[in-house]
């Protein structure tokens, strides 16, 4: 299984199936952590929608910065 800076860097050359694998891996957890902080599902959807629409656009200036 490659690590998420591995995925992000396979990304950014191209490979859509890596982005899939690295929203597939923290879909569930970005969304727990917004349903908890903010006690609202829908509010929790769509933020967790926002962090992965982001991370696809922004994805050109993802620079690995540690381990």
């Given at each position: 299984?490659?690590?998420?800076?591995?995925?992000?860097?396979?990304?950014?050359?191209?490979?859509?199936?890596?982005?899939?694998?690295?929203?597939?891996?923290?879909?569930?957890?970005?969304?727990?952590?917004?349903?908890?902080?903010?006690?609202?599902?829908?509010?929790?959807?769509?933020?967790?929608?926002?962090?992965?629409?982001?991370?696809?656009?922004?994805?050109?200036?993802?620079?690995?910065m540690a381990k």
């Amino acid at each position: 299984m490659k690590t998420d800076a591995e995925l992000m860097l396979d990304f950014q050359q191209g490979d859509r199936e890596a982005f899939e694998q690295i929203v597939l891996q923290h879909q569930v957890g970005v969304f727990n952590f917004f349903l908890r902080l903010l006690e609202d599902r829908e509010a929790a959807e769509d933020l967790t929608q926002e962090v992965f629409f982001r991370l696809f656009v922004h994805a050109g200036s993802y620079q690995q910065m540690a381990k």
